[in-house]
Nanobody
Framework: QVQLVESGGGLVQAGGSLRLSCAGS????????MGWFRQAPRKEREFVAA????????VYADSVKGRFTISRDNANNMMFLQMSSLRPEDTAVYYC?????????????????WGQGTQVTVSS
């Protein structure tokens, strides 16, 4: 089990940038694949990006390819999402997730460990 805490959300104008952080607890952070999800009002939680346990493989939702970059720093138990060219439709609560199975980290499944979420609001 891993405990996760997100930070870095806020209010930005369209076209701006934000960097989200996810801090993990314990000594087993590098045993988990990590991902970012987001949930807008009245919508289902959706996949944004994932990075494998050692950082060598990444995958992105089509909606954010070329704009967002996921990375991790296992030495400091940290995972990041650099968001650029933000759009109003990116507005959502962003959650970090952890899962020991690569096949599961791209799905909003109850098997994931979840952080508490951080609000990102993009104004037009």
């Amino acid at each position: 089990q891993v405990q996760l805490v997100e930070s870095g959300g806020g209010l930005v104008q369209a076209g701006g940038s934000l960097r989200l952080s996810c801090a993990g607890s314990g000594r087993t952070f590098n045993n988990y694949h990590m991902g970012w999800f987001r949930q807008a009002p009245r919508k289902e939680r959706e996949f944004v990006a994932a990075v494998n346990r050692n950082g060598g493989t990444t995958v992105y939702a089509d909606s954010v390819k070329g704009r967002f970059t996921i990375s991790r720093d296992n030495a400091n138990n940290m995972m990041f999402l650099q968001m650029s060219s933000l759009r109003p439709e990116d507005t959502a609560v962003y959650y970090c997730a952890a899962n020991p199975l690569w096949s599961a980290i791209t799905r909003a499944t109850n098997s994931n460990y979840w952080g508490q979420g951080t609000q990102v609001t993009v104004s037009s």
